[in-house]
């Protein structure tokens, strides 16, 4: 029985420096969201280079601008020396629905821009890949913000069947 109260003691102080150990000393602060990652396969009479383009024009049908791409693969086989398969990460944004986003919560900011991936995976099957908002994120937002941010990912959805299939 005189053991119980040291075990005790000894439990609470693990507790407790288990509880301040999880205490973000940096400062860093951490939000849970719930995401989706989109994907679809691109088909095979669809070339890689014709599923980019197909991507782009989409995009600019869609009022969502290209601002940028990474070509992941070139920087691999530069570290490495060895040729990879091609995977390629392509940025677009609307300004303005951007701009209502990060108002309405500055979080926001983690999905921008957004961003769409073309790659093929180690059995040669090419894939158009995205990460989505949840919905609740977008319900989340004022009434204007929420319509321009489903507008969006309503863009961004046609965009990764349009790269898909290769049509222009």
């Not at 150990?21 to 990652?37: D, F, H």
């Amino acid at each position: 029985m005189n053991k119980l109260p040291s075990l005790l003691a000894l439990l609470l102080a693990l507790v407790m420096h288990v509880a301040v150990a999880a205490e973000p000393a940096s400062g860093l602060s951490y939000t849970n969201v719930t995401l989706q990652i989109a994907r679809i396969q691109i088909q095979e009479n669809v070339s890689f280079d014709d599923a980019v383009e197909s991507l782009k024009l989409r995009a600019n049908q869609n009022n969502l601008k290209f601002v940028g791409a990474n070509q992941l693969y070139k920087e691999i086989e530069a570290l490495t020396g060895k040729p990879a398969k091609r995977m390629e990460i392509f940025n677009f944004c609307d300004g303005l629905t951007a701009h209502k986003m990060l108002t309405a919560d500055p979080m926001m900011i983690a999905f921008m821009p957004c961003r769409i991936a073309l790659l093929e995976d180690a059995s040669g099957k090419r894939w158009v890949i995205s990460m989505m908002m949840d919905l609740e994120l977008i319900k989340a937002m004022p009434a204007d913000t929420r319509k321009q941010a489903e507008r969006v990912m309503a863009a961004m959805k046609d965009m990764m069947v349009a790269a898909s299939k290769g049509d222009l």
